[in-house]
Nanobody, 119 residues
Framework: QVQLVESGGGLVQPGGSPRLSCAAS????????MSWYRQAPGKERELVASITNGGSTKNADSVKGRFTISRDNAKNTVYLQMNSLKPEDTAVYYC?????????????WGQGTQVTVSS
């Protein structure tokens, strides 16, 4: 099994630059993708950014130029550096790890961390 623990959320002023962290533990294979999703009240969960174990990244259009995803493979940790936060970035942010196991891709989710952007 895999466990994911997010940290770094909270109340942030507009324009702020918090960094989220997500540490994975358990049975982690060397080849995996890690990603950040978010879900705002009344909205569906959406992909924010993803990164492969090789470092290839993808960002949602809404966060391009503001958010940066990175990872430390030795620590099985993924980060989301968020800059120039806007009120519309307010959401619960979830970490996901995807890896191939038992002849299929398996997804594991963290419990989420709330980010509230408000003055």
């Amino acid at each position: 099994q895999v466990q994911l623990v997010e940290s770094g959320g909270g109340l942030v002023q507009p324009g702020g630059s918090p960094r989220l962290s997500c540490a994975a533990s358990g049975i982690i294979f060397s080849i995996n993708d890690m990603s950040w999703y978010r879900q705002a009240p009344g909205k569906e969960r959406e992909l924010v950014a993803s990164i492969t174990n090789g470092g290839s990244t993808k960002n949602a259009d809404s966060v391009k130029g503001r958010f940066t995803i990175s990872r430390d493979n030795a620590k099985n940790t993924v980060y989301l550096q968020m800059n120039s936060l806007k009120p519309e970035d307010t959401a619960v942010y979830y970490c996901k790890l995807s890896q191939f196991s038992g002849l299929q891709w398996r997804n594991y989710w963290g419990q989420g961390t709330q980010v509230t952007v408000s003055s």
